[in-house]
């Protein structure tokens, strides 16, 4: 039986250590190779003043503390609706949240809306939104 998760649950949190060579290793595997996640020289004069994470890396800490949540539902019925808030400053920790906000039964499914975000180290928000699963 499949358990269906509740409103008010919470999701599990996930604790993420941001440093420069994880974020070279997203940029290796991205292709993404902006100066602005990788040079510190360059990001110095950017309007940040100094290098800021990839903000895909941090969405996949996002989507793997909903995988661990979820499992195949996530993985298979997952959507999101995510605002990026402010950059993610390296060297940082970043923490994701959630809870089931709604369920809502139709016929053969259920459909499962959790609020979601990461903050950093300063508990500032760098993203927040809806997470939607179907269940069924």
Same mark, same amino acid.
């Given at each position: 039986?499949?358990?269906?998760?509740?409103?008010?649950?919470?999701?599990?949190?996930?604790?993420? $250590?941001?440093?420069?060579? %994880?974020? *070279?290793?997203?940029?290796? @595997?991205? &292709?993404?190779?902006?100066?602005? +996640?990788?040079?510190? $020289?360059?990001?110095?004069? %950017?309007? *940040?003043?100094?290098?800021? @994470?990839? &903000?895909?890396?941090?969405?996949? +800490?996002?989507?793997?503390?909903?995988?661990?949540?979820?499992?195949?539902?996530?993985?298979?019925?997952?959507?999101?609706?995510?605002?990026?808030?402010?950059?993610?400053?390296?060297?940082?920790?970043?923490?994701?949240?959630?809870?089931?906000?709604?369920?809502?039964?139709?016929?053969?499914?259920?459909?499962?809306?959790?609020?979601?975000?990461?903050?950093?180290?300063?508990?500032?928000?760098?993203?927040?939104?809806?997470?939607?699963?179907?269940?069924?």
């Amino acid at each position: 039986m499949i358990h269906i998760p509740q409103i008010g649950d919470s999701l599990p949190e996930y604790f993420m $250590e941001v440093t420069p060579e %994880s974020v *070279y290793r997203y940029a290796e @595997a991205s &292709g993404d190779y902006n100066p602005l +996640h990788i040079n510190e $020289e360059f990001a110095s004069s %950017s309007q *940040y003043g100094r290098t800021i @994470a990839h &903000g895909m890396l941090i969405l996949g +800490h996002l989507s793997d503390m909903l995988t661990t949540a979820f499992n195949e539902n996530w993985i298979n019925n997952g959507r999101l609706k995510i605002r990026f808030r402010s950059p993610v400053f390296i060297p940082n920790k970043v923490q994701t949240y959630g809870t089931v906000t709604k369920v809502a039964k139709n016929t053969g499914s259920i459909l499962i809306t959790c609020a979601v975000g990461c903050r950093d180290e300063n508990n500032a928000e760098v993203l927040k939104g809806d997470a939607y699963i179907t269940f069924g």
